[in-house]
């Protein structure tokens, strides 16, 4: 167990949590703006308090935090950044050595942009510098909020990639908070789906229904496959 909700809530945005993730396991957080999805990732970072229950986190945990572009003027460099989320709470005086900051930068496909100013990159280049941020501790646990923001599809694709490949060959948790299923529809374990009245936990196939979502919605709300993809119309 590396997370774990016992009737958690954070009033008034949801309640009566009780979720477990594992070793390995990916899990999409869905549902509409302003119900509580990166609040969520705050409990369990422990910057944000539960009004009820309990969460617990033994594990070593990576944060990629929504997208909020650098000062267009900040001197430091991807490497610069990166290799100060290497030497967090290491002895002073000591450095990371190059060497892991490029692996690191390599592993999110953020290699050729070691020596840029990161207030001078794309949205979408700054997500990248955040992915190998977020991943110096080798996390067991990595929360993502929103990561796929500003990225082109072929990022898109390459970042759910590369989280994929990360939780089956090293066993790190992923818990991703989305507003799209369809991304991580071919490698996500399980969906929390939040929404106005209430939440459900389940399976892509339990969860991304017409009745299910029209009862956490009140509404009708039609879950059509088109494709490869799930529509919510």
């Given at each position: ?10 009033d008034?945005l ?15 957080v869905?549902?509409?703006n ?19 229950g ?30 100060l989320?290497l ?45 190998a ?13 929103e ?9 898109e ?10 939780r089956?060959e ?5 818990i ?7 991304p991580?529809l ?6 929390l789906y ?38 919510v119309?």
């Amino acid at each position: 167990m590396l997370v774990r909700f016992t009737d958690a809530a954070v009033d008034p945005l949801w309640s009566g949590l009780n979720l477990t993730v594992e070793p390995g396991e990916f899990l999409a957080v869905l549902g509409p703006n302003g119900v509580g999805k990166s609040t969520l990732l705050s409990t369990v970072l422990g910057t944000r308090t539960l009004t009820h229950g309990r969460v617990e986190a033994p594990a070593r945990i990576g944060f990629i935090p929504q997208q909020r572009l650098f000062e267009r003027n900040l001197p430091l460099r991807a490497r610069d950044l990166v290799s100060l989320s290497l030497a967090h709470g290491t002895l002073s005086h000591r450095s990371p050595k190059r060497a892991q900051v490029d692996a690191l930068l390599a592993e999110v496909g953020a290699d050729g942009l070691a020596d840029l100013p990161v207030g001078r990159m794309s949205g979408g280049q700054q997500q990248l510098v955040r992915q190998a941020q977020a991943l110096a501790n080798d996390p067991e646990l990595l929360l993502a909020d929103e990561p796929l923001l500003s990225l082109d599809v072929a990022r898109e694709q390459a970042t759910v990639a590369k989280l994929d490949a990360r939780r089956r060959e090293r066993g790190t948790s992923v818990i991703l908070v989305t507003h799209g299923i369809n991304p991580v529809l071919d490698v996500v374990d399980r969906v929390l789906y939040l929404a106005p009245h209430g939440h459900t936990l389940g399976t892509v196939a339990e969860v991304m229904r017409t009745d299910v979502l029209s009862d956490l919605y009140r509404a009708r709300v039609e879950v059509a496959r088109v494709g490869d993809r799930l529509v919510v119309i």
